[in-house]
DNA sequence: ACTCATATAGGAATATCTCCTAAATATTCG
DNA sequence: CGAATATTTAGGAGATATTCCTATATGAGT
């Protein structure tokens, strides 16, 4: 699996020791890509195939991955610190669209916010090189349910 | 001062009840607008002026605050949860700047994102509603300092 | 003023996350 | 390979932010 080489030439570049623990919790951190894990939930996945694993060890090594920028923390207000992998080796340039009917989570387009981005170093004067970006929401699905419930109640 | 009659008249139109410590509360947020207060913050600032509230109230308070849409919690990931106010009586249309060098946070221009939204709404079939948005890069004075030390490196 | 539902204080409890230390382990070099 | 060494880990204690619990207090309507 060349990505878990990578993780470790990128390990070894950097100074860091290549342990079976980081191995486990990046493989559980690439392997439910998309599903935005939180600690808890990585600690669990991990603790089924490297049982032994400590809760301190799994934080630890989230925040090296997040250091290394191999993964990325955003923060759903649901009290826990989720996860998702980084893309592209630049920037995190993408954005979430987040349902307050059914509470999914989607990924947006990338490259949305570039021309906004311009803007703000014209107008405010002030040069960005990341952004978290969360658009609160109806999911299409959503929307249709709620268009028809609407139907009914007339 | 007509924005505590406003939010007396929000409360018992909602069937709250206008307490002093809700009014302490609120007069805090309203007198440290665009400071960013963390409930700590605002806890300790309350006691000045009414040393028996309680931690509990003052949590309370800020949820019933913002579920009435007087003021808005961001997380700027520093371990709090910091308040604004809500100053358009519609949707929270603002972003914030923050700064990777001085860790300054200045709050942007709106309407930036109206024509993402819509954008939005065509590509994804999602119907944005609000959004969270933090563009983190450098200030324009970290800018000019970084500049300056750039060039009595070279 | 009386009534009653709601709100509060205060502390205990919870939850997430971090710190601490002795033991374990990856890596390097001979 | 095996020894030396600095890093990493497990496990639990600790820290910190927030919420829950309950008896008491208080606002609002009558």
């Not at 290549?18 to 603790?47: A, C, K, M």
């Not at 090594?61 to 009290?79: Q, R, W």
């Amino acid at each position: 699996m060349s990505v878990l080489k990578e993780f470790n030439r990128v390990l070894k570049e950097k100074g860091y020791k290549f342990t079976s623990q980081r191995q486990h919790v990046f493989e559980v951190v690439v392997e439910n890509d998309g599903e935005h894990l939180n600690s808890q939930e990585i600690y669990e996945l991990v603790r089924k195939k490297y049982p032994e694993i400590g809760v301190a060890t799994v934080y630890r090594t989230l925040a090296l991955l997040e250091e290394m920028k191999l993964i990325y923390g955003v923060d759903f207000e649901d009290g826990f610190r989720r996860y998702e992998i980084v893309k592209d080796d630049k920037e995190h340039r993408h954005h979430h669209l987040i349902c307050l009917e059914c509470g999914s989570i989607k990924e947006g387009e990338n490259d949305l916010l570039g021309t906004i981005e311009e803007e703000i170093l014209r107008k405010d004067k002030f040069k960005v090189t990341n952004h978290k970006v969360k658009f609160y929401g109806y999911c299409d699905k959503c929307l249709k349910i709620m268009e028809k419930n609407n139907k009914t109640h007339t």
